[in-house]
């Protein structure tokens, strides 16, 4: 896979061996740089009954280039709103692109603007090409502000200050984009899910992604509220937070040991940390209307018994056909499912396979489906392990969901369980019921569900284990089980519960990243979503990313698979202040790169292969954690893509020559770079540049990138992490003074 050559690079080599590459110019972007259709005013003024004049308000905030010449509309109607739907196309081969806005047809207000270019949003260069500072790209998103939105928005509007210790901060501005958030504040108080977002290509200014929403009922009166300390105890008293075992994704161990599991609080109630700020109790939503379910499907295909004498097999094959002959028989996998099935009287089995998932944590397993003999619809399906016989997954389809239910949920419970003592007995010993489950719906009418789910976890040392389960449908209007699944995977090693955090002092580690804070909401209910309310709840600090959970044991937030996840970025690093490259070092933490030592950079080691690559791949990619920031990983993909040589190995400290070779290698300048008869060295140490290597270095040196040292290249010369930042900052063209 090679990297197309940036524009600067390109110019750069064709008069490599004249002059050495000239840093781009980089020019401040007006306010009102676009074109406009509408002063500002009467951008206000003007409404959108109509679709002319829904184009005309868009046009007068947003630039759409000429190239976008396909047009359509749409007009909805929801709840007593009305919208445009406004989409701009390009079609021209490699140029495509859309451009969508969305217009509040009875306000004016501009609701949405998204831009695609390229296949998405944000182009993957994006970051080599910031020509525009921060300052110059919020007053373009504040002019776009100003004509979108009225005065009454706007007065209520505050910048978010994304920063810590004087950086500002978004992912998006990692890529080359600046992000800017308003999110409106009224009477003092914030509400989160009212505002606007903004973000702004550093490359031309445009504005590439603009987002509004506004609650329009009235907001509750903040008076005879509880105090933030209530609402923290009452945070710690529910509790809000669940110490859970869970398997950390795409995170394996070797096949031959068992995996380990991990500790974490989580999160996990059903007020999600919401609390009323006039009583000081958690806010638990109500149920949600009923809605469907769904069933087991896929298939492989049957297996055949039979094995010809004297056949050659591969060991694979051999042993497939070894497992095959010890399964169980179709008919005692099929009967240990029809005890608890009620068939209607014209069904038909209509599928029977063996299945040999090697994905499937249950093993090979018999899988059934039967459909109503006339009209062929689906009325039942179900999986027994091959291997042991046991019922591991049924379900079936019948018209009681549309029917008022006979029993209510704690009826429906018992039935459930005596059906789990009978067919799990051994694993529902280990479990206990999950009272947190949100799919306990609610009939419109007020009448019982016709199902009602019970699932039961596995607990270890009294901690349950998310990833292993028992779960039951019961079928209310009948009187017995509609579906049965079991999630119970492969031997886990569960470590002990010594050094856990105590509640107290997790809801405390959990509340310093998202501090308890008065606000307004709407995010309660979807039965209720339009009300206002006035909560305290976890809002998460400037710069952190979303997290659900911590580290049971060091409080580190983690993210949706138990990964750790980076903690709002610093200004700079600790410990290169007043130290040469300070700049380019700044901007490099800014997108989270060489963050091996934390919150030093330590610029005078010697820097190894793979840290200098992970940088590379992570400006690549952006930033990846877990699995695939592994060495092994990052090391892999430069072999495959020709970043080094094959026997370079991770450890290996970088000289200037190997330097040399990656960054001419990663911009896709390797051909020219072989051409080292065509290139005149201009070093006064040319002799000590190998003959394989004079093409790279005289590039990297003529692009500034690698540049000599008083007149010598020194090849052998280790290279400090330092110079690698400085070396990175400028092959991603990135502009230290911005």
């Known amino acids: 896979m090679s990297r197309p050559v940036p524009k600067l690079l390109a110019a750069s080599l064709t008069a490599l061996l004249l002059t050495s590459a000239v840093p781009m110019g980089y020019a401040e972007i007006s306010a009102t740089a676009n074109a406009e259709v509408l002063s500002s005013e009467q951008a206000k003024k003007k409404s959108a009954s109509t679709l002319a004049e829904a184009i005309q308000l868009a046009r007068s905030c947003f630039d759409i280039p000429p190239d976008y010449d396909q047009f359509t509309s749409n007009y909805e109607t929801s ?43 944000m182009r993957p260069d994006a970051y080599k090409t910031r020509n525009i500072s921060r300052q110059g790209a919020l007053a373009k998103a504040k002019a776009i502000m100003q004509k979108a939105l009225g005065d009454e928005q706007i007065a209520e509007m505050e910048l978010l ?32 899910g009212d505002g606007v977002s903004v973000s702004v290509a550093g490359s031309d200014g445009h504005v590439n992604n ?142 029977a396979q063996l299945l040999d998932n090697p994905d499937d944590k249950q093993g090979p397993v018999w899988s059934f489906y039967w459909v109503a003999n006339k009209s062929h ?21 019948t018209a009681s969901e549309n029917q008022p239910g006979q029993m209510n949920r704690q ?56 990833q292993n389960y028992l779960e039951v449908n019961v079928d209310t209007v009948n009187k017995r ?16 519960l010594a050094g856990v955090l105590s509640p107290e002092q997790a809801a405390d580690k959990y509340l310093a990243y998202s501090p308890m804070t008065l606000c307004y909401t709407t995010a309660l209910s979807p039965l ?36 750790a996840i980076a903690l709002p970025i610093r ?41 200098l690559l992970r940088a590379i791949y992570d400006t690549h990619f952006g930033k990846q954690d877990g699995p695939l920031s592994r060495d092994e990983n990052v090391m892999r993909y430069a072999r495959q893509n020709n970043w080094i040589d094959a026997n370079v190995k991770a450890e290996d400290k970088i000289d200037r020559l190997n330097l040399a070779k990656i960054i001419v290698r990663y911009c896709g300048l390797e051909r020219s770079a072989r051409l080292s008869q065509i290139y005149k060295v201009p070093f006064s140490d040319a002799d000590a540049v190998p003959v394989e290597g004079i093409g790279y270095v005289v590039i990297a040196d003529a692009l500034g990138i690698v540049p000599s040292q008083e007149g010598r290249f020194l090849p052998d010369q280790k290279v400090t992490r330092a110079d690698a930042a400085v070396a990175v900052a400028k092959m991603l063209n990135l502009n230290p003074d911005l």
């Not at 056949?311 to 051999?318: G, I, L, R």
């Not at 619809?377 to 389809?397: D, I």
């Not at 789990?420 to 719906?441: A, E, G, H, I, P």
């Open 411 to 466: 009826e429906a419970q018992p039935i459930a369980e005596e059906f789990l003592k009978t067919v799990q007995s051994k694993k529902f010993s280990q479990t206990k019921l999950d009272n947190y489950d949100m799919r306990n719906f609610v009939r419109a009418d007020g009448k019982n569900m016709p199902y009602q789910t019970f699932r039961y976890r596995q607990m270890v040392n009294g901690v349950p284990f998310m």
């Open 571 to 611: 200004d700079i690093f600790q410990d290169t202040r007043g130290h040469r490259g300070e700049k380019e070092i700044k901007l490099l933490a800014q997108m989270n790169l060489f963050r091996e030592y934390g919150e030093d950079f330590h610029p005078d080691e010697e820097i190894t292969t793979v840290s």
């Open 79 to 121: 709840d007593k709103n009305h919208f445009w739907s406004l989409n701009w196309s390009c079609q021209k081969v490699g140029e495509e692109g859309s451009i969508n806005i969305r217009i509040d047809a009875d306000t004016g207000l501009i609701l949405n603007m998204f831009e695609s270019r390229g296949g998405g949003s």
């Open 210 to 351: 603009y987002s509004f929403t506004w609650t329009k009922e009235s907001l509750p009166s903040p008076q005879n509220l509880i105090s933030v300390q209530q609402a923290v105890e009452t945070f710690k008293n529910t509790p809000m937070l669940e110490l859970q075992y869970i398997l950390q994704e795409g995170v394996h161990s070797n096949p031959k040991e068992k995996r380990q599991a991990g500790i974490v609080y989580r999160m996990y109630n059903r007020a999600d940390g919401n609390i009323d700020a006039f009583t000081g109790k958690p806010i638990t939503p109500p149920p949600m209307f009923y809605e469907g379910y769904g069933f087991v499907g896929g298939g492989m295909g049957g297996m055949g018994s039979g094995v010809p004498e004297n056949a050659k097999w591969t060991p694979q094959e051999q042993a497939a056909i070894k497992l095959s002959t010890n399964l169980v028989k179709k008919e005692t996998a099929l009967a240990a499912v029809m005890k608890w099935l009620a068939l209607p009287p014209d069904s038909i089995l209509n599928s």
């Open 161 to 192: 200050d994304n920063s810590v210790d004087g950086v500002q901060w978004s992912p998006w501005e990692r890529e080359g984009y600046y992000h800017f958030e308003w999110r409106r504040k009224t009477n003092g108080i914030p509400f989160p």
């Open 377 to 397: 619809e689906m009325v039942a399906s179900a999986a027994v392990s091959a291997k042991t016989g046991e019922l591991y997954r049924f379900e079936t389809f």
């Open 481 to 496: 089980i509609a579906s049965f699944t079991s999630e119970w995977g492969e031997e886990i090693s569960f470590p002990t």
């Open 528 to 563: 209720d979503a339009k009300t206002p309310k006035l909560v305290y709840k976890p809002v998460l600090k400037p710069g952190m990313s979303g997290y659900n959970s911590i580290d049971g044991r060091t409080g580190q937030p983690l993210d949706w698979n138990g990964q």
